[in-house]
């Protein structure tokens, strides 16, 4: 588990070579995403994010508005499916457990 620092980032515990992780955010930006779209190739995963503002049901048409890619190897996808996992886990301990509609429920 990662702990907090004075500067308020986060650094992980030493591994096996005690190396020490610091996390440099003095670039980082925040965006907000409804939605999410993931493609892939054999080596890379692309997720497409973006923000649906169409509220009405009966819409034929709705438009998304993309406003972030992010592109990572199929390993580091596989962590960080590993690690939404986790937290979806945690959170359902705390809060409930969350209902998600699938494609082709209504």
């Given amino acids: 588990m990662a702990e907090s620092t004075k500067s308020g980032r986060t650094a992980q515990p030493a591994e ?4 020490k992780i610091q996390w440099d955010d003095s670039n980082m930006k925040s965006s907000y995403a409804n939605v999410c779209n993931v493609t892939s190739t054999r080596e ?7 923000i649906n503002q169409a509220w009405n049901r009966g819409q034929k048409d709705i438009t ?5 890619r992010i592109i990572i190897s199929p ?3 596989k962590r960080l499916a ?9 959170y ?3 809060f409930g457990t969350l209902t998600v ?6």
């Fill in 92 to 94: 359902e301990k705390r």
């Fill in 44 to 50: 890379e995963v692309v997720m497409l994010f973006g």
């Fill in 75 to 77: 390993y580091a996808a």
């Fill in 64 to 68: 998304i508005q993309l406003t972030d």
């Fill in 82 to 90: 590993t690690l939404l996992e986790g937290v979806v886990t945690e």
């Fill in 101 to 106: 509609e699938g494609p082709s429920e209504k």
């Fill in 16 to 19: 096996a070579a005690g190396t």
